[in-house]
């Protein structure tokens, strides 16, 4: 299977991936978690993305372009993978789509600005291995520490209110559009994330044809 998840910021795309990851047995690529490792390694890249990031704004197309042609190329891909955060803009999916890697399905999870807001600055995550946690809705049963790797959880800088709402707008003017871009594909289904963990992990897995 090789999937696209959309979807705003905070709808749950992180968590979704790591379930559907485990359940198919293929990796998730996160180009938000690949370009936190870069900031957190202070590489060339981390310095150039995160200005970007830390304003809610997206990292240029061909930067993140370059990343993920790049990840795709490894042996593990064939089999496939989930992308989540990718493609951003309707640049990047024609770049995605011009690689010739044939997606199966792009599933948009859908929620409202106010859930977002709501969930955002609740959300936590581990330093070390980037695990997402909410402080309400998927606690770590260990406090404030991973379950995976026992790493101490934090918030994530561009998750204050003013960059989330900036994110917000991001994602209506540039990440929206890509719905229509994959509608045409005929391979967009739409899934609602429920206030409930286990009501969104279903919908998911109706929507995506799993049970
Ligand atoms: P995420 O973890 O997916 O919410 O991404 C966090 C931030 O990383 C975004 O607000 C952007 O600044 C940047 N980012 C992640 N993925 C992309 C992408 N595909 N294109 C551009 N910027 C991205």
Do not use: W
């Amino acid at each position: 299977m090789k999937l696209i998840l959309l979807g705003p910021p905070g709808a749950g795309k992180g968590t979704q991936a790591e379930i559907l990851s485990k359940r198919l047995g293929i990796d998730t690529i996160s180009t938000g978690v690949m370009l936190r490792t870069a900031i957190r390694e202070k590489t060339e890249l981390g310095k150039l993305a995160q200005s970007y990031m830390n304003e809610g704004k997206l990292v240029p197309d061909e930067v993140v372009v370059g990343i993920v042609k790049e990840r795709l190329q490894q042996e593990d891909c064939k089999k496939g993978f989930i992308l989540d955060g990718f493609p951003r803009t309707t640049a990047q999916a024609q770049a995605l789509t011009e690689t010739g890697i044939e997606i199966d399905k792009v599933l948009s999870l859908e929620v409202s600005d106010e859930t977002i807001i709501e969930r955002l600055s609740g959300r936590r995550e581990c330093k070390e291995c980037g695990t997402p946690y909410h402080v309400v809705y998927k606690p770590s049963s260990k406090g404030d520490v991973c379950d995976v790797c026992g790493g101490k959880l934090i918030q994530r800088a561009d998750d204050n209110e003013e960059t989330v709402r900036n994110r917000i707008k991001v994602y209506h003017d540039q990440t929206e559009p890509i719905k229509e871009y994959y509608q045409k594909t005929g391979k967009l289904v739409i899934a609602y994330g429920k206030e409930e963990l286990e009501e969104t992990t279903k919908e998911v897995a109706h929507a995506l044809g799993l049970e």
